[in-house]
C-alpha cells in the first residue's frame, strides 16, 4: 500500500531523494512505490533519536534494525573504528595470519558466553568463526552442521528443520532457512534439505480454551513429528531464534524450550539457537540461550556485537561441534574476506567494554525490562490491542477489530487489505516514533540505555499513536 508522499523541503534533500529513487536499489522494498513517495532522508542521531532531513525528531524504537542497543553518537566506538583504521585497516586471516583485534575479540566472546551441561555433555563456546552479517553466519552454520555430520560418518544427516515465521537473513541459505513464504516465492527456495515447521505464537495458534503452557508442549512437538517423518537419521539440526524478531516479535509460551531440548537430546540433533537479534542484552543476558536455559551448539550472532556501528557477525561454536571440527576435520573449506576484520573486531571490543561497563544486559534484566513491561501491560486496556507483550527489551501488540472472542476462541483481527499496521506506522513517523508493522503486530525493540522517563515517552507516543489510528478506522467507517 502506499503511504503519504515524504515531501522534502530543503533542496538538499530533494536532490538526495532524486538520486535515491535514480540509483540506489533498496532492500525489501517496491521501487515503482518508493519512486512516487520519495525516501526519508535520515541526516544524524543522538542516544535513542534520530533527526531527518526536515529536522523531525523521531524516538528510534527499533535501535536502526534491532542493532544499536548502547544507543547512538557513542565517540568511543568511533575513536576505536578510528585508531584501528591508522595501525591496521585490513588484513585477511586465511594464509596463517592473525591479527589483535581478532584474537581479542574471539577471547572476549568465549569469556561472555556462558558454559552449558546437560545429559547430552557440557561444553563452553571456547571458539568464534567470523563473519560481517547474520545472514552470512547462517550459511556458515549450514555448512558447519553438514561438516560435522560428514566428520561423524552420519553424511545422510542433512535436512535442517527450522519454522514458519522464522527469520535467519536474506542470502540463499538464510532466506531458505527462513520460513517467509514472500522470500521463498522468489528465487527458487527454499533449496534442498531444509524443511519448516509451525511457529509457537499463542496468540494465532492456541486452540480454544487452550492453555499457554500446553500450546508450548504442542508446538514444541511439531518438531518431534517432523523429525519422526522424515526419520531421525536424516535429520542434521534445529534452528531457531530464541524470540522471533522479524517475525513480529513472537514470544515463545516458557515450556516450550525446554521440551524443544529434549527433542533434540532424544534424537541427537544439533541445535543453533540464532541470536542475531536476541544477544547482547536485548534479552538481559548476553546470549539469550541462557534466559530460556537451553543448550545449543551453535550461536549465530552479529548486528550488535558492534552495536551497528559496523558490519561483524558470526558463530559461536559450542565444544561439541569446535572438537570434530578443528580435532579431526582439517581444512575447512569455507571463509570470507573479512572473517575477523580487525577494524570491525576493534569497535566491537570497545562495544563490548561499554556495555559490560553501563552494565546494559543487567539493566535489562532487573531495571529498564520490567518497567518497560509494566508501562507495556497498561497499553492492554486500548481498545485496538488484542494483547500488548514484552520480553527483556523487545515488545509487540496486535491490533485487533474486537477484542471479543468469536466461537473459535479468537478476537476478531481487521481484513488484511485495510493494512491497519501500515496506517498506526504512518502515525508513528508523523509523531516522532519508529515503530515497525509487521502485519497488524507492532513491534519494538528500542536501545537499551533508555531511562524511565524516555520509557515513559515511549509508551505515551504509542498511545498516542493508536488513539490516532482508531480516531482514522472509525472516521473511515472501519470501526464498531
Ligand atoms: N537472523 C536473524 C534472527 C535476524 O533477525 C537477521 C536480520 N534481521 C538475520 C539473521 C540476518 O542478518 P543480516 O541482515 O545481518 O544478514
Known amino acids: ?16 531523494q532524486r538520486l535515491d529513487s535514480a540509483h540506489f536499489i533498496h532492500p525489501f522494498t517496491d521501487h515503482g512505490d518508493l519512486a512516487t513517495r520519495g525516501s526519508r532522508v535520515i541526516e544524524r542521531a543522538e542516544g535513542i533519536y534520530v533527526w531527518d532531513s526536515e529536522g523531525h525528531r523521531m524516538l528510534d524504537g527499533m535501535s536502526g534494525l534491532w542493532c544499536v542497543n548502547a544507543g547512538y553518537g557513542r565517540k568511543e566506538l568511533a575513536e576505536a573504528a578510528y585508531q584501528q583504521m591508522l595501525k591496521l585497516p585490513f588484513y585477511n586471516s586465511f594464509f596463517q595470519t592473525t591479527n589483535e583485534p581478532a584474537v581479542r575479540l574471539a577471547t572476549k566472546l568465549a569469556s561472555l558466553a556462558p558454559a552449558v551441561s546437560g545429559p547430552t555433555g557440557n561444553w563452553r563456546f571456547d571458539h568464534v568463526f567470523f563473519s560481517s552479517s547474520g545472514s552470512e553466519s547462517n550459511d556458515t552454520n549450514v555448512r558447519m552442521v553438514r561438516r560435522y555430520w560428514d566428520l561423524k560418518g552420519q553424511p545422510q544427516r542433512k535436512v535442517i528443520i527450522s519454522r514458519h515465521n522464522a527469520y535467519h537473513g536474506s542470502t540463499m541459505a538464510g532466506a531458505s532457512l527462513g520460513g517467509m513464504s514472500g522470500m521463498h516465492a522468489q528465487g527458487d527456495l527454499p533449496i534442498p534439505n531444509i524443511t519448516h515447521i509451525g511457529q509457537p505464537y ?8 487452550e492453555s499457554e503452557a500446553d500450546f508450548g508442549l504442542r508446538a514444541a512437538r511439531w518438531l518431534e513429528e517432523k523429525i519422526l517423518e522424515l526419520g531421525a537419521d536424516k535429520v542434521a539440526a534445529f534452528i531457531a531464534e530464541p524470540v522471533q524478531g522479524a517475525g513480529g516479535v513472537i514470544i515463545p509460551p516458557a515450556t516450550y524450550w525446554p521440551e524443544i531440548q529434549r527433542i533434540v537430546d532424544q534424537y541427537g540433533i544439533l541445535l543453533v539457537s540464532d541470536e542475531v537479534i536476541c544477544a547482547f542484552g536485548r534479552l538481559g543476558h548476553w546470549f539469550a540461550y541462557e534466559k530460556f536455559g537451553y543448550r545449543p551448539d551453535l550461536v549465530t550472532f552479529a548486528k550488535a556485537v558492534t552495536s551497528g556501528y559496523i558490519p561483524l557477525g558470526g558463530v559461536m561454536v559450542g565444544g561439541r561441534v569446535a572438537q570434530t571440527l578443528i580435532d579431526q576435520g582439517g581444512e575447512f573449506n569455507h571463509g570470507y574476506t573479512y572473517s575477523g576484520h580487525p577494524t570491525a573486531c ?25 518497567y518497560l513491561a509494566q508501562r507495556y501491560a497498561e497499553l492492554n486496556d486500548h481498545p485496538l490491542v488484542g494483547v500488548a507483550e514484552t520480553c527483556g527489551f523487545v515488545a509487540g501488540l496486535v491490533l485487533v477489530k474486537s477484542k471479543t472472542r468469536g466461537a473459535d476462541g479468537r478476537m476478531q483481527l481487521f481484513p488484511e487489505d485495510l493494512a491497519v499496521g501500515m496506517k498506526c506506522r504512518a502515525h508513528c513517523f508523523k509523531n516522532g516514533l519508529i515503530m515497525r508493522a509487521v502485519g497488524d503486530r507492532m513491534i519494538i525493540a528500542p536501545p537499551l540505555t533508555m531511562t524511565h522517563a524516555q520509557i515513559d515517552e515511549l509508551v505515551g507516543l504509542i498511545r498516542q499513536v493508536l488513539d490516532l489510528t482508531l480516531a482514522e478506522l472509525k472516521a473511515a467507517g472501519h470501526w464498531g
Open 1 to 16: 500500500m502506499s503511504l503519504t508522499p515524504t515531501a522534502c523541503t530543503n533542496p538538499h534533500a530533494s536532490e538526495l
Open 202 to 209: 499463542f496468540f494465532e495458534n492456541a486452540l480454544p480454551g
Open 346 to 370: 576493534a569497535v566491537a571490543l570497545a562495544n563490548l567494554e561499554l556495555m559490560e561497563r553501563e552494565n546494559l544486559p543487567g539493566r535489562v534484566k532487573d531495571d529498564i525490562g520490567p
